[in-house]
């Protein structure tokens, strides 16, 4: 087994034998499975660095077949949800579903992390909202945030289309999924920046509706349900 240190987030764990746990931990490589020996003893305190909800370092014997565990040998925890905030625990309920083998996309790892430094009850909707996009971006359905998905113009852009991104003026789909406003396209437009720009640059106020539309995408095009 080769040993490295990895980044990752616990997503999920379930009693092993007497005192292990097997944890699954999403990283930049895809979702890791690692046994944690002896961490469910009293004198273990190791066990606080696996609360689902932790973002962390961890110090991993890598197995070299996919089938079979990895092995923890110790971590260290840098980020834990508050999961007892409702508007926290709504953004974990979207992280562990699109943390999923199926639906698990490495590329997303990165914005998790930021999120994960950053989430508060009053930005967490936004980082919601900011992740599910990315999440669709990742997924192949959206080509571009910020230009027309037809001319790659980035000048009167009047709609955006889930299946494509953004369009201009000339080549608006006459009937689109949605039709949104200015507001509501500059949180699309936003999302393809840093996490930082996109809180400072869009409009809370409209974030509930993106959300709902994009809740409706993802019932009808994905098993991501929320």
Same mark, same amino acid.
């Given at each position: 087994?080769?040993?490295?240190?990895?980044?990752?987030? +616990?997503? =999920? /764990?379930?009693?092993?034998?007497?005192?292990?746990?097997?944890?699954?931990?999403?990283?930049?490589?895809?979702?890791?499975?690692?046994?944690?020996?002896? +961490?469910?003893? @009293?004198?273990?305190?190791?066990?606080?660095?696996?609360?689902?909800?932790? #973002?962390?370092?961890?110090?991993?014997?890598?197995?070299?077949?996919?089938?079979?565990?990895?092995?923890?040998?110790?971590?260290?925890?840098?980020?834990? #949800?508050? #999961?007892? =905030?409702?508007?926290?625990?709504?953004?974990?309920?979207? +992280?562990?579903?699109?943390?999923?083998?199926?639906?698990?996309? @490495?590329?997303?790892?990165?914005?998790?992390?930021?999120?994960?430094?950053?989430?508060?009850?009053?930005?967490?909707?936004?980082?919601?909202?900011?992740?599910?996009?990315?999440?669709?971006?990742?997924?192949?359905?959206?080509?571009?945030?910020?230009?027309?998905?037809?001319?790659?113009?980035?000048?009167? #852009?009047?709609?955006?289309?889930?299946?494509?991104?953004?369009?201009?003026?000339?080549?608006?789909?006459?009937?689109?999924?949605? /039709?949104?406003? /200015?507001?509501?396209?500059?949180?699309?437009?936003?999302?393809?920046?840093?996490?930082?720009?996109?809180?400072?640059?869009?409009? $809370?106020?409209?974030?509930?509706? +993106?959300?709902?539309?994009?809740?409706?995408?993802?019932?009808?095009?994905?098993?991501? $349900?929320?």
């Amino acid at each position: 087994m080769a040993e490295k240190i990895i980044k990752g987030i +616990v997503i =999920d /764990r379930f009693n092993f034998r007497d005192f292990d746990l097997i944890v699954s931990l999403a990283t930049n490589f895809g979702v890791i499975k690692m046994v944690a020996r002896g +961490v469910r003893r @009293p004198t273990s305190k190791n066990i606080y660095i696996l609360n689902p909800g932790c #973002l962390g370092e961890f110090e991993i014997f890598l197995a070299r077949y996919s089938n079979k565990l990895s092995k923890l040998k110790k971590g260290e925890c840098f980020f834990n #949800l508050d #999961l007892n =905030d409702k508007k926290i625990y709504a953004f974990w309920k979207l +992280v562990s579903q699109i943390t999923r083998e199926t639906n698990f996309v @490495p590329k997303i790892f990165p914005i998790l992390e930021q999120s994960f430094a950053k989430i508060n009850s009053k930005n967490a909707d936004a980082i919601k909202v900011y992740t599910i996009i990315n999440w669709i971006k990742f997924n192949g359905w959206i080509a571009n945030l910020t230009r027309c998905r037809v001319c790659k113009t980035n000048q009167r #852009l009047i709609n955006f289309n889930f299946y494509g991104g953004m369009e201009c003026v000339y080549h608006q789909n006459p009937k689109p999924f949605f /039709r949104f406003g /200015r507001k509501e396209l500059e949180i699309f437009y936003w999302s393809s920046s840093n996490l930082n720009t996109f809180l400072e640059k869009v409009d $809370f106020d409209y974030i509930y509706l +993106v959300f709902e539309i994009l809740k409706q995408f993802l019932k009808q095009n994905s098993y991501i $349900f929320l």
